[in-house]
């Protein structure tokens, strides 16, 4: 069942481990229309940029991916995938999110690109939640393709 309003902000915060910083909407759920992947408003509620535009909460896929990352996954993905790819992903999402941007926004902006770095693999969970919200991720796709072996 899906949960609206408090009781869905309150899901969403009990997912994140705190309560939201910014505005947010839940743009993947379960089967069941629990929340899996938010996507963040590219500023905080009091200015600061905030980098990560896409944001995995489903704590099932946040533990294998986790596994993923700690048997080395972020290093063989930067080895198994062309760095143009990577880069390019990155460019798309920096620019998804920056056009999120109020148009007359003149403070600090969100820089860089999936999980907050300009190249590179920095993060395997933010790479999936953006995969999974529809994004063409490169990264995402290796996490994906990964995933069952990660399961217990």
Not at 17 to 46: F, I, W
Not at 47 to 70: C, H, K, Q, S
């Amino acid at each position: 069942m899906i949960a609206s309003g408090e009781d869905e902000r309150a899901l969403v915060a009990e997912l994140l481990g705190r309560r939201p910083q910014g505005p947010y909407e839940v743009v993947v759920r379960s089967a069941s229309g629990s929340p899996m992947v938010l996507r963040n408003g590219p500023l905080l509620d009091d200015g600061t940029p905030m980098p990560t535009r896409y944001w995995l909460v489903d704590p099932g896929l946040r533990v294998i991916i986790g596994r993923l990352e700690a048997d080395g996954g972020v290093r063989r993905a930067e080895a198994d995938i062309d760095p143009a790819l990577i880069a390019d992903a990155h460019a798309r999402y920096g620019a998804e999110r920056d056009a999120a941007l109020p148009a007359d926004h003149l403070g600090p902006r969100p820089s860089a690109g999936v999980g907050g770095t300009r190249r590179g693999v920095k993060c395997l969970h933010a790479h999936y939640a953006w995969l999974l919200a529809g994004g063409d991720d490169p990264v995402g796709r290796w996490v994906d393709e990964r995933l069952d072996e990660y399961r217990s």
